[in-house]
């Protein structure tokens, strides 16, 4: 049974990088045919895809954040990585990552967390 | 503003049968697959509904989905206070190149 956990600051100062990672367990991120991906959800409001990496490390980005967004594979730790930069506080959410099969099927996920952007 | 457009709230009484709509394009809905989640506050998102009408083990068969052109439906049957989430539809994007989700759906069991 694979299962992602999130981990990284909850607090981030505007301007700067927010860090995220996602440790998979129970499974190899190298293995399989599978995106890996980070979805947030702003403090009530709807879910938002910010993009995912293939095993095989392609990358595909939400149009709206790509100039910001950067996703990665390390393998040797069985673990993906999120980096969004230039943060304000409209990029306060929860953040999740979670492995989509294609064509946005996704059957696991993190439990969340939450980020938040101030001063 | 999402690209899948669907209805802000629905409601229904215990037993009743629940429909939430979710309007798209070509680019989205009329070329690709479909897919429905459930979410709880506090928790993960849940997969209810993939490739359109198929249910993932452990969703109950009142549950289902369809798909008629640009448009699809989640339609809950039995309904249950459980039931009341947030459900949110979902597809692969051809223009964007990307996973684009509808707005959500706040069901409420009356």
């Known amino acids: 049974q694979v299962q992602l956990q999130e981990s990284g600051p909850g607090l981030v100062k505007p301007s700067q990088t927010l860090s995220l990672t996602c440790t998979v367990s129970?499974?190899?991120?190298?293995?399989?045919?599978?995106?890996w991906s980070w979805i947030r959800q702003h403090p009530g409001k709807g879910l938002e895809w910010i993009g995912y990496?293939?095993?095989?490390?392609?990358?595909y980005y939400n149009p709206s954040l790509k100039s910001r967004v950067t996703i990665s594979l390390d393998t040797s730790k069985n673990q993906f990585s999120l980096k969004l930069s230039s943060v304000t506080a409209a990029d306060t959410a929860v953040y999740y990552c979670?492995?989509?099969?294609?064509?946005?099927?996704?059957?696991?996920w993190g439990q969340g967390t939450l980020v938040t952007v101030s001063s | 503003q999402s690209v899948l457009t669907q209805p802000p709230s629905a409601s229904g009484t215990p037993g009743q049968r629940v429909t939430i709509s979710c309007s798209g394009s070509?680019?989205?809905?009329?070329?690709?697959?479909i897919n429905w989640y459930q979410h709880l506050p506090g928790t993960a998102p849940r997969l209810l509904i993939y490739?359109?009408?198929q249910r993932p083990s452990g969703v109950p068969d009142r549950i289902s989905g369809s798909k008629s052109g640009t448009s699809a439906s989640l339609a809950i049957s039995g309904l249950q206070s459980e039931d009341e989430a947030e459900y949110y539809c979902?597809?692969?994007?051809?223009?964007?190149?990307?996973?684009?989700f509808g707005g959500g759906t706040k069901l409420t069991v009356l």
């Open positions: 490739n359109d009408n």
């Open positions: 070509s680019s989205n809905i009329g070329n690709n697959i």
């Open positions: 979902a597809a692969w994007d051809e223009s964007l190149n990307g996973v684009v």
């Open positions: 979670a492995r989509d099969g294609g064509v946005a099927t996704i059957l696991v």
């Open positions: 990496i293939y095993y095989s490390g392609n990358t």
């Open positions: 129970g499974g190899s991120i190298s293995s399989g045919s599978y995106y």
